[in-house]
């Protein structure tokens, strides 16, 4: 009523709200954030975490960082935490003290979304710098030239260096590391090896035909009050020597029949020998020397590791004679040869028409064996 006498009024709340713009970039707080980290921490393991402050909100708060590794061994990387917006560090690469104690890098925080109405593109971002020192950790032994395999003859005297091993502390202390021999891999105690430098030696004899292969456990220890400790399997090969005799592949108990004719194979023999050259088995099968070839039987080399036994006449009977004696002489082909000499006993039977004796020669060998103890009660 225009400020009039007896005039009424009204009042009200009136709220404005503001929304936000971004008005302002990200800030750290500090020039300089130092972390620290084992060197036998895991890789993915967290470093650290910086933060640069927006005094903006929501979406316009929002940053991503980056690392700047000027080195460019990529250790290190650098994620947002969507949550806190903070740059969490984390280890991308393993670490090693005494190749590497310090790393430097700049980290730098950018804003997602930029509103250049309000600031210039440059200050919607910021960067500070990271150093991360290595912690050095106490490191067992580490051994060098691995994996060891080592040859050694089975007739090796007792004393024999079959090779050295070598292990050494990589800290930078660099502990003075002592060897032995896991007791559980080398049961036999068939090495020795020095604690001071590794070697190691043959203990007792070896035998190839007992174990070929010896696989036995090194352990470095180092001499500190720690104590650590690491372990490296060495290979040896025994090799062989011929140092067995070849031997019948079993107790071969031949017959004849009394129908036998001169040239007919009695026996077929095989060889057995532990040892294995390298070159393979060769088999030489021969009869005791004697002053007048032998009249009954004759031993054909196959030439194929078998020999055969076979009659040189056909006129054996049992009336005649019930059993005879024939050494059999085996020669390997090793350096130098071996041999062994078998004395077979070979009967002579009443066979049947298939040329089958029913007592595989038995028979007569005890019949011929009543024959000559009869024979001495006789002559007594």
Not at 85 to 99: F, N, R
Not at 180 to 204: C, E, Q, Y
Not at 355 to 377: D, Q, Y
């Amino acid at each position: 009523m225009l400020g009039l006498g007896g005039g009424y009024s009204a009042s009200t709340t009136v709220t404005v709200s503001l929304t936000d713009v971004n008005d302002n970039g990200p800030t750290f707080q500090h020039h300089l954030y130092t972390f620290s980290v084992p060197e036998n921490a895991a890789v993915g393991t967290a470093v650290g975490r910086i933060m640069a402050r927006d005094g903006d909100t929501g979406i316009n708060a929002r940053m991503t960082y980056s690392l700047e590794d000027l080195e460019e061994s990529s250790t290190f990387i650098i994620e947002t935490d969507p949550v806190t917006q903070e740059g969490l560090v984390l280890l991308a690469k393993p670490l090693d003290y005494e190749t590497k104690r310090r790393f430097v890098m700049a980290a730098e925080a950018v804003n997602d979304h930029v509103d250049t109405r309000f600031l210039p593109l440059d200050e919607f971002r910021d960067r500070t710098t990271l150093k991360i020192v290595v912690e050095d950790v106490d490191e067992p032994p580490v051994f060098l030239s691995a994996p060891h395999e080592w040859k050694i003859p089975e007739n090796a005297a007792v004393g024999t260096v079959v090779g050295s091993v070598y292990a050494r502390d990589t800290d930078a202390v660099d502990n003075p590391v002592r060897y032995s021999i896991d007791k559980r891999s080398d049961a036999a105690k068939a090495f020795r090896i020095d604690p001071n430098n590794g070697t190691i030696t043959v203990a007792k004899a070896l035998d190839r035909e007992t174990d070929a292969w010896h696989n036995v456990t090194v352990e470095a220890r180092e001499t500190t009050l720690n104590h650590l400790s690491s372990s490296a399997v060495v290979f040896v090969k025994v090799l062989d020597i011929n140092d067995n005799v070849p031997q019948l592949a079993r107790d071969y108990r031949p017959f004849i029949c009394e129908g036998t004719q001169a040239g007919e194979l009695i026996q077929l023999l095989g060889v057995v020998d532990p040892d294995d050259p390298a070159e393979g088995h060769h088999f030489y099968f021969s009869m005791v020397s004697e002053e007048h070839i032998n009249p009954n039987f004759t031993i054909r080399d196959n030439q194929d590791n078998t020999a055969g036994i076979v009659a040189r006449r056909s006129t054996f009977t049992r009336r005649d004679r019930t059993h005879y004696l024939l050494p059999v002489v085996v020669t390997d082909s090793g350096s130098p040869p071996l041999s062994s000499t078998s004395t077979l006993t070979i009967g002579v039977c009443s066979c049947q028409p298939a040329g089958h004796c029913p007592t595989g020669g038995v028979e007569a060998l005890a019949l011929s064996m009543g024959e000559e103890e009869l024979a001495g009660v006789t002559r007594t």
